[in-house]
């Protein structure tokens, strides 16, 4: 159903961004709650749409894709909390926001055609 190459590729990159990111934070407590959030949510991303991969049907497919799109979300959220808590200096994680933005767009648009062909 949504076997997008690039998209399952660039997730998983993603993902491994993520954990690289959290492994370089500071120790601090603050840093490490948000840390621990943009973690789950930012590895989820990968691991739901390999989901979406393996659906049986475009119903099952916009359910999955509809949950990758909520944790690019969440994951935008905590990253930008990182940022405005001057945790992590923007310049540090703008490639990181624009990446989550750009799958976020690519999530959206692949929820959109498989709505439309339905």
Do not use: H
């Not at 973690?39 to 509809?66: F, H, M, P, Q, W």
């Amino acid at each position: 159903m949504a076997k997008n190459p690039e998209l399952r590729f660039r997730t998983k990159q993603f993902a491994l961004r993520i954990v690289r990111m959290y492994g370089v934070l500071p120790k601090s407590t603050e840093a490490q709650v948000l840390g621990r959030q943009v973690l789950r949510s930012g590895t989820s991303v990968a691991a739901n749409y390999r989901e979406a991969c393996r659906a049986r049907s475009d119903a099952e497919l916009i359910s999955k894709l509809g949950i990758v799109e909520q944790e690019l979300d969440e994951t935008s959220l905590w990253l930008e909390l990182l940022v405005e808590s001057n945790i992590v200096t923007e310049s540090r994680m703008k490639d990181l926001l624009q990446e989550c933005e750009e799958l976020l767009k690519m999530t959206v648009s692949a929820i959109r055609k498989t709505k439309a062909r339905k």
